[in-house]
Protein backbone atom coordinates (compact mmCIF):
# COMPACT_ATOMS: atom_id res chain seq x y z
CA UNK A 1 0.00 0.00 0.00
CA UNK A 2 1.40 3.48 -0.38
CA UNK A 3 0.33 6.74 0.85
CA UNK A 4 -0.42 10.12 -0.48
CA UNK A 5 3.46 10.66 -1.73
CA UNK A 6 3.20 7.59 -3.62
CA UNK A 7 5.43 5.94 -1.79
CA UNK A 8 5.31 2.58 0.23
CA UNK A 9 4.21 2.72 3.62
CA UNK A 10 6.62 3.47 6.06
CA UNK A 11 7.50 0.08 8.23
CA UNK A 12 8.40 -0.81 11.55
CA UNK A 13 12.02 0.12 12.49
CA UNK A 14 12.21 -3.34 13.77
CA UNK A 15 10.77 -4.78 10.57
CA UNK A 16 13.40 -3.03 8.59
CA UNK A 17 16.36 -4.19 10.75
CA UNK A 18 15.91 -7.40 10.30
CA UNK A 19 15.00 -6.80 6.84
CA UNK A 20 18.61 -5.38 6.41
CA UNK A 21 20.16 -8.31 8.32
CA UNK A 22 18.67 -11.42 7.28
CA UNK A 23 19.44 -9.53 3.54
CA UNK A 24 23.50 -9.72 4.14
CA UNK A 25 25.29 -12.51 2.40
CA UNK A 26 27.20 -14.61 5.14
CA UNK A 27 30.72 -13.45 5.31
CA UNK A 28 33.68 -12.81 7.70
CA UNK A 29 35.76 -9.80 7.31
CA UNK A 30 39.75 -10.47 5.92
CA UNK A 31 42.09 -11.20 8.89
CA UNK A 32 45.00 -9.43 9.97
CA UNK A 33 48.07 -10.46 12.67
CA UNK A 34 48.30 -7.58 15.11
CA UNK A 35 51.23 -7.34 18.27
CA UNK A 36 48.91 -8.12 21.05
CA UNK A 37 49.79 -4.39 22.28
CA UNK A 38 48.02 -3.12 19.33
CA UNK A 39 44.65 -5.13 19.31
CA UNK A 40 42.53 -3.63 22.21
CA UNK A 41 39.22 -2.77 20.42
CA UNK A 42 39.69 -5.28 17.76
CA UNK A 43 37.82 -8.16 16.77
CA UNK A 44 40.06 -11.37 17.65
CA UNK A 45 39.74 -14.07 14.61
CA UNK A 46 40.43 -17.33 16.02
CA UNK A 47 40.72 -18.13 19.74
CA UNK A 48 43.11 -18.27 22.13
CA UNK A 49 43.75 -21.59 24.16
CA UNK A 50 46.48 -21.37 26.71
CA UNK A 51 49.39 -23.45 26.41
CA UNK A 52 50.45 -23.25 30.03
CA UNK A 53 49.32 -22.73 33.24
CA UNK A 54 48.81 -19.42 34.90
CA UNK A 55 50.50 -19.08 37.25
CA UNK A 56 53.22 -21.64 36.50
CA UNK A 57 53.92 -22.40 40.22
CA UNK A 58 51.97 -21.65 43.75
CA UNK A 59 52.58 -18.63 44.71
CA UNK A 60 52.02 -16.16 48.28
CA UNK A 61 49.72 -13.10 47.81
CA UNK A 62 51.03 -11.59 50.69
CA UNK A 63 54.16 -10.92 52.91
CA UNK A 64 54.81 -13.23 55.25
CA UNK A 65 55.78 -16.94 56.16
CA UNK A 66 55.43 -20.14 54.34
CA UNK A 67 54.33 -22.62 56.65
CA UNK A 68 52.47 -26.20 56.89
CA UNK A 69 48.95 -25.01 57.79
CA UNK A 70 49.00 -28.21 59.94
CA UNK A 71 51.42 -26.85 62.15
CA UNK A 72 49.20 -23.25 62.61
CA UNK A 73 46.03 -25.58 63.96
CA UNK A 74 44.97 -24.23 67.23
CA UNK A 75 47.21 -21.22 67.35
CA UNK A 76 45.95 -18.10 69.22
CA UNK A 77 47.15 -15.17 70.85
CA UNK A 78 47.39 -16.43 74.26
CA UNK A 79 48.93 -19.95 72.72
CA UNK A 80 50.61 -19.45 69.67
CA UNK A 81 52.41 -22.46 67.21
CA UNK A 82 56.16 -21.89 67.53
CA UNK A 83 58.16 -22.87 64.05
CA UNK A 84 61.33 -22.66 63.44
CA UNK A 85 62.43 -20.08 60.42
CA UNK A 86 64.12 -22.12 57.43
CA UNK A 87 65.54 -20.81 54.50
CA UNK A 88 64.25 -17.51 52.88
CA UNK A 89 62.39 -17.31 49.34
CA UNK A 90 63.50 -14.64 47.38
CA UNK A 91 61.45 -12.72 44.71
CA UNK A 92 61.86 -14.18 41.24
CA UNK A 93 63.91 -17.34 42.63
CA UNK A 94 63.34 -21.39 42.72
CA UNK A 95 63.63 -22.34 46.30
CA UNK A 96 65.33 -25.42 45.88
CA UNK A 97 64.84 -26.82 49.26
CA UNK A 98 61.84 -28.47 50.86
CA UNK A 99 60.02 -27.24 54.24
CA UNK A 100 59.63 -29.32 56.87
CA UNK A 101 57.38 -30.03 59.37
CA UNK A 102 57.72 -27.45 62.15
CA UNK A 103 59.55 -25.08 60.04
CA UNK A 104 58.66 -20.96 58.42
CA UNK A 105 59.87 -19.68 55.45
CA UNK A 106 59.78 -15.97 54.79
CA UNK A 107 58.19 -15.09 51.79
CA UNK A 108 57.46 -11.55 49.92
CA UNK A 109 54.09 -11.36 47.53
CA UNK A 110 54.40 -12.96 44.13
CA UNK A 111 57.01 -15.78 46.01
CA UNK A 112 57.18 -18.87 45.06
CA UNK A 113 56.10 -21.49 47.70
CA UNK A 114 58.21 -23.97 48.44
CA UNK A 115 58.03 -27.60 48.25
CA UNK A 116 56.25 -28.75 51.17
CA UNK A 117 54.13 -25.77 52.53
CA UNK A 118 50.53 -25.23 51.59
CA UNK A 119 49.96 -21.75 53.47
CA UNK A 120 51.33 -18.42 54.18
CA UNK A 121 50.96 -16.48 57.68
CA UNK A 122 50.89 -12.81 57.27
CA UNK A 123 53.53 -10.62 58.91
CA UNK A 124 51.03 -9.40 61.14
CA UNK A 125 49.98 -12.73 62.67
CA UNK A 126 53.73 -13.51 63.42
CA UNK A 127 55.82 -12.23 66.70
CA UNK A 128 59.96 -13.29 66.53
CA UNK A 129 60.91 -15.04 69.51
CA UNK A 130 64.68 -14.93 68.19
CA UNK A 131 66.79 -15.08 64.85
CA UNK A 132 65.54 -18.43 64.72
CA UNK A 133 62.12 -19.14 66.13
CA UNK A 134 58.61 -17.21 65.38
CA UNK A 135 55.18 -17.39 67.14
CA UNK A 136 52.18 -17.74 64.80
CA UNK A 137 49.21 -15.92 66.68
CA UNK A 138 46.43 -17.74 64.70
CA UNK A 139 45.61 -20.53 62.38
CA UNK A 140 45.76 -20.56 58.86
CA UNK A 141 44.31 -22.71 56.57
CA UNK A 142 45.56 -25.12 53.82
CA UNK A 143 45.66 -22.77 50.61
CA UNK A 144 45.27 -19.54 52.43
CA UNK A 145 46.87 -16.62 51.01
CA UNK A 146 47.68 -18.44 47.74
CA UNK A 147 47.38 -18.65 44.84
CA UNK A 148 47.94 -22.24 43.20
CA UNK A 149 49.35 -23.34 39.75
CA UNK A 150 47.01 -23.23 37.30
CA UNK A 151 44.32 -21.48 39.56
CA UNK A 152 43.96 -18.40 37.07
CA UNK A 153 44.48 -20.12 33.74
CA UNK A 154 44.45 -23.81 32.94
CA UNK A 155 46.45 -25.93 30.60
CA UNK A 156 44.08 -26.14 27.58
CA UNK A 157 41.46 -23.62 28.68
CA UNK A 158 40.19 -21.32 26.07
CA UNK A 159 40.87 -17.02 26.91
CA UNK A 160 39.46 -15.57 24.25
CA UNK A 161 36.41 -16.61 21.78
CA UNK A 162 36.15 -15.74 18.03
CA UNK A 163 34.34 -12.64 17.71
CA UNK A 164 35.32 -11.10 20.77
CA UNK A 165 35.94 -7.63 20.81
CA UNK A 166 40.04 -7.10 22.83
CA UNK A 167 39.75 -4.88 25.98
CA UNK A 168 42.87 -4.27 27.59
CA UNK A 169 42.43 -7.23 30.59
CA UNK A 170 42.25 -9.98 27.72
CA UNK A 171 45.65 -8.14 26.46
CA UNK A 172 47.11 -8.73 30.18
CA UNK A 173 45.73 -12.61 29.80
CA UNK A 174 47.31 -12.42 26.25
CA UNK A 175 50.80 -11.97 27.57
CA UNK A 176 50.21 -13.57 30.78
CA UNK A 177 50.27 -16.94 28.61
CA UNK A 178 52.66 -15.86 26.30
CA UNK A 179 51.11 -14.44 23.25
CA UNK A 180 52.25 -11.83 21.72
CA UNK A 181 50.50 -11.82 18.58
CA UNK A 182 46.64 -12.13 17.93
CA UNK A 183 44.31 -12.97 14.94
CA UNK A 184 42.21 -10.53 14.20
CA UNK A 185 39.46 -9.23 11.52
CA UNK A 186 39.97 -6.30 9.27
CA UNK A 187 38.15 -3.35 9.82
CA UNK A 188 35.44 -3.04 7.76
CA UNK A 189 35.43 0.26 5.54
CA UNK A 190 32.56 2.45 5.12
CA UNK A 191 31.92 5.23 2.64
CA UNK A 192 30.41 8.03 3.18
CA UNK A 193 28.87 9.99 0.84
CA UNK A 194 27.61 14.09 0.78
CA UNK A 195 25.05 14.68 -1.60
CA UNK A 196 23.07 18.07 -1.83
CA UNK A 197 23.39 20.89 -3.76
CA UNK A 198 23.21 23.22 -0.90
CA UNK A 199 26.15 21.54 0.90
CA UNK A 200 29.66 22.79 0.98
CA UNK A 201 32.44 21.79 2.79
CA UNK A 202 33.38 22.33 6.52
CA UNK A 203 35.88 24.87 6.31
CA UNK A 204 34.45 26.91 3.35
CA UNK A 205 32.40 30.17 4.16
CA UNK A 206 28.83 29.44 2.82
CA UNK A 207 26.70 31.98 0.85
CA UNK A 208 23.25 32.61 1.28
CA UNK A 209 20.99 29.26 0.73
CA UNK A 210 24.26 27.12 1.82
CA UNK A 211 24.96 25.06 4.55
CA UNK A 212 28.53 23.50 5.99
CA UNK A 213 28.73 19.70 5.93
CA UNK A 214 27.77 18.06 9.43
CA UNK A 215 26.71 14.82 8.79
CA UNK A 216 29.99 13.67 7.11
CA UNK A 217 31.59 14.01 10.64
CA UNK A 218 29.38 12.91 12.86
CA UNK A 219 28.92 9.92 11.05
CA UNK A 220 32.61 9.27 10.83
CA UNK A 221 32.64 9.56 14.45
CA UNK A 222 29.79 7.05 14.95
CA UNK A 223 31.79 4.82 12.72
CA UNK A 224 35.14 4.92 14.14
CA UNK A 225 33.40 4.53 17.17
CA UNK A 226 31.62 1.06 16.33
CA UNK A 227 34.80 -0.63 15.35
CA UNK A 228 35.09 -0.01 11.51
CA UNK A 229 36.78 2.52 9.06
CA UNK A 230 35.54 5.96 8.22
CA UNK A 231 35.74 7.14 4.27
CA UNK A 232 34.47 10.32 3.32
CA UNK A 233 33.87 10.65 0.22
CA UNK A 234 33.17 14.29 -0.46
CA UNK A 235 30.34 16.56 -1.53
CA UNK A 236 28.93 15.67 -5.10
CA UNK A 237 25.73 17.53 -6.59
CA UNK A 238 22.12 16.01 -7.03
CA UNK A 239 23.12 14.26 -10.15
CA UNK A 240 21.89 10.55 -10.77
CA UNK A 241 24.85 9.97 -13.02
CA UNK A 242 27.07 11.89 -10.67
CA UNK A 243 25.64 9.85 -7.16
CA UNK A 244 26.30 6.52 -9.22
CA UNK A 245 28.79 7.14 -10.01
CA UNK A 246 30.74 7.52 -6.72
CA UNK A 247 28.25 4.50 -5.25
CA UNK A 248 29.59 2.43 -8.29
CA UNK A 249 33.56 3.23 -7.31
CA UNK A 250 32.68 2.87 -3.66
CA UNK A 251 31.40 -0.36 -4.17
CA UNK A 252 35.22 -1.53 -5.45
CA UNK A 253 36.78 -1.01 -1.90
CA UNK A 254 34.15 -0.50 0.60
CA UNK A 255 32.47 -3.31 3.03
CA UNK A 256 29.44 -0.37 3.63
CA UNK A 257 28.04 2.69 1.62
CA UNK A 258 26.02 5.69 3.88
CA UNK A 259 24.92 8.55 2.16
CA UNK A 260 23.69 11.95 3.71
CA UNK A 261 20.54 14.08 2.05
CA UNK A 262 18.22 12.75 -0.57
CA UNK A 263 15.41 10.60 0.45
CA UNK A 264 13.12 12.96 1.66
CA UNK A 265 10.41 13.05 -1.19
CA UNK A 266 11.00 15.54 -4.25
CA UNK A 267 12.22 16.17 -7.76
CA UNK A 268 15.73 15.71 -7.17
CA UNK A 269 15.32 12.64 -4.34
CA UNK A 270 16.83 10.05 -6.97
CA UNK A 271 18.76 7.80 -4.23
CA UNK A 272 16.56 5.08 -3.63
CA UNK A 273 16.27 5.09 -7.87
CA UNK A 274 19.51 4.56 -8.04
CA UNK A 275 20.04 1.75 -5.53
CA UNK A 276 17.51 -0.24 -6.84
CA UNK A 277 18.98 0.82 -10.64
CA UNK A 278 22.60 -0.72 -9.32
CA UNK A 279 21.67 -4.35 -8.63
CA UNK A 280 19.54 -6.75 -6.81
CA UNK A 281 17.43 -6.78 -4.09
CA UNK A 282 18.18 -3.14 -4.73
CA UNK A 283 16.16 -0.84 -2.01
CA UNK A 284 14.46 -2.81 0.73
CA UNK A 285 12.45 -0.40 2.78
CA UNK A 286 12.43 3.66 1.81
CA UNK A 287 10.36 5.19 4.98
CA UNK A 288 9.90 3.85 8.65
CA UNK A 289 7.98 4.12 11.79
CA UNK A 290 10.28 6.56 13.26
CA UNK A 291 10.59 9.72 14.57
CA UNK A 292 13.18 11.58 13.73
CA UNK A 293 14.37 9.80 10.43
CA UNK A 294 10.87 8.58 8.75
CA UNK A 295 12.50 8.86 5.44
CA UNK A 296 15.66 6.32 6.11
CA UNK A 297 16.13 4.11 2.99
CA UNK A 298 18.40 0.30 3.29
CA UNK A 299 19.47 -1.47 0.81
CA UNK A 300 21.72 -4.14 -0.52
CA UNK A 301 23.93 -3.84 -3.89
CA UNK A 302 25.49 -6.98 -4.51
CA UNK A 303 26.18 -8.23 -1.30
CA UNK A 304 26.83 -4.48 0.39
CA UNK A 305 24.71 -3.00 2.25
CA UNK A 306 23.61 1.07 1.63
CA UNK A 307 21.84 3.67 3.36
CA UNK A 308 20.40 6.48 2.68
CA UNK A 309 19.73 8.80 5.66
CA UNK A 310 17.67 12.16 5.91
CA UNK A 311 19.71 15.10 5.88
CA UNK A 312 19.25 16.17 9.58
CA UNK A 313 22.03 15.58 12.02
CA UNK A 314 19.39 14.04 15.13
CA UNK A 315 17.55 11.49 12.52
CA UNK A 316 21.08 10.51 11.21
CA UNK A 317 22.16 9.97 14.81
CA UNK A 318 18.95 8.05 15.57
CA UNK A 319 19.10 6.33 12.52
CA UNK A 320 22.67 5.23 12.60
CA UNK A 321 22.24 3.53 16.05
CA UNK A 322 18.89 1.82 15.15
CA UNK A 323 19.86 0.30 11.63
CA UNK A 324 23.82 1.19 10.81
CA UNK A 325 25.13 0.43 13.88
CA UNK A 326 23.65 -3.44 14.32
CA UNK A 327 24.84 -4.15 10.32
CA UNK A 328 28.32 -3.12 10.89
CA UNK A 329 28.40 -5.03 14.35
CA UNK A 330 27.82 -7.70 11.87
CA UNK A 331 30.26 -6.72 9.73
CA UNK A 332 32.88 -6.81 11.99
CA UNK A 333 32.57 -10.50 13.37
CA UNK A 334 31.55 -9.22 16.76
CA UNK A 335 29.96 -11.65 18.34
CA UNK A 336 27.91 -10.55 21.27
CA UNK A 337 27.13 -12.66 24.69
CA UNK A 338 24.84 -9.91 25.22
CA UNK A 339 23.44 -7.37 22.65
CA UNK A 340 21.20 -5.48 25.24
CA UNK A 341 24.66 -4.54 27.09
CA UNK A 342 24.96 -2.24 24.06
CA UNK A 343 24.61 1.17 25.49
CA UNK A 344 24.64 2.60 28.96
CA UNK A 345 21.12 2.69 30.06
CA UNK A 346 20.48 4.60 33.27
CA UNK A 347 17.18 4.98 34.75
CA UNK A 348 16.14 8.85 35.61
CA UNK A 349 12.57 10.69 35.75
CA UNK A 350 11.01 12.84 32.96
CA UNK A 351 10.86 16.30 33.73
CA UNK A 352 7.84 16.93 31.46
CA UNK A 353 4.51 16.06 29.86
CA UNK A 354 5.80 14.82 26.13
CA UNK A 355 3.13 13.92 23.50
CA UNK A 356 3.93 11.50 21.05
CA UNK A 357 1.41 10.39 17.70
CA UNK A 358 0.66 6.96 17.95
CA UNK A 359 2.20 4.54 14.48
CA UNK A 360 5.59 5.67 14.88
CA UNK A 361 8.87 4.82 17.31
CA UNK A 362 10.09 8.48 18.16
CA UNK A 363 13.65 9.00 19.96
CA UNK A 364 13.54 11.83 22.62
CA UNK A 365 17.03 13.79 23.20
CA UNK A 366 17.59 14.36 26.92
CA UNK A 367 19.48 15.71 28.91
CA UNK A 368 20.25 14.64 32.45
CA UNK A 369 19.96 16.92 35.82
CA UNK A 370 20.99 15.92 39.51
CA UNK A 371 18.26 16.97 41.68
CA UNK A 372 17.97 16.21 45.35
CA UNK A 373 15.59 14.06 44.67
CA UNK A 374 17.23 11.80 42.03
CA UNK A 375 18.27 12.13 38.46
CA UNK A 376 15.46 13.74 35.93
CA UNK A 377 15.43 13.35 32.25
CA UNK A 378 15.01 17.03 30.78
CA UNK A 379 13.70 16.77 27.43
CA UNK A 380 15.96 18.73 24.44
CA UNK A 381 13.34 20.71 22.48
CA UNK A 382 14.22 21.69 19.00
CA UNK A 383 13.87 20.70 15.47
CA UNK A 384 16.06 17.30 13.77
CA UNK A 385 17.68 19.80 11.67
CA UNK A 386 19.52 21.68 14.53
CA UNK A 387 22.93 19.83 15.67
CA UNK A 388 23.07 21.94 19.10
CA UNK A 389 20.14 19.58 20.16
CA UNK A 390 22.48 16.48 20.28
CA UNK A 391 25.59 18.60 21.61
CA UNK A 392 22.84 19.70 24.50
CA UNK A 393 21.83 16.09 25.24
CA UNK A 394 23.09 13.49 27.67
CA UNK A 395 21.17 10.41 25.32
CA UNK A 396 17.68 9.82 24.07
CA UNK A 397 14.57 8.43 25.48
CA UNK A 398 12.20 5.88 23.34
CA UNK A 399 8.58 6.15 23.11
CA UNK A 400 6.86 3.33 21.34
CA UNK A 401 5.12 3.13 18.74
CA UNK A 402 1.17 3.08 19.95
CA UNK A 403 1.78 4.95 23.00
CA UNK A 404 0.79 8.45 22.96
CA UNK A 405 3.34 10.26 25.05
CA UNK A 406 5.07 9.98 28.28
CA UNK A 407 3.62 11.59 31.79
CA UNK A 408 6.04 14.10 34.03
CA UNK A 409 7.16 12.52 36.95
CA UNK A 410 7.25 9.02 34.83
CA UNK A 411 10.51 6.70 35.55
CA UNK A 412 12.09 6.45 31.90
CA UNK A 413 15.02 4.59 30.18
CA UNK A 414 17.67 7.03 29.42
CA UNK A 415 19.99 5.30 26.31
CA UNK A 416 23.42 7.43 26.88
CA UNK A 417 25.15 8.75 23.91
Not at 85 to 98: A, D, H, L, R, T
Request: aromatic share 6%; glycine share 10%.
Amino acid sequence: MKDMLGRQQAIAAETALKMLLDGLPVKLPRLKTLPVEEAPGRICAAEVVSIEDLPAFSRSTVDGYAVKAADTFGATETMPAYLNISKEVFMGEYPSFILKKGDASKIPTGGMLPEGADAVVMFEYVQSVDEQVIEVLRPVAPGENVIQAGEDVKKGERIIYRGQRMRPQDIGACAGIGVTEIRVYERPAVAIISTGDEIVPAGTCPDKGQVRDINSYVLAGMIAASGCEPRRRGIFRDDYGVIRSVIESSLEDSDAIILSGGTSVGTKDMIARIIDDMGSPGVLFHGVSLKPGKPMIGGIIRGIPVFGLPGHPAAVSVCFEIFIEPVLKKLTGLVEKFPWQGRTIVKARLSRNISSSQGREEHVRVMLEERADGLWAVPVLGKSGLITTLVKADGTIVIPLNINGIEQGEMVDVRLF
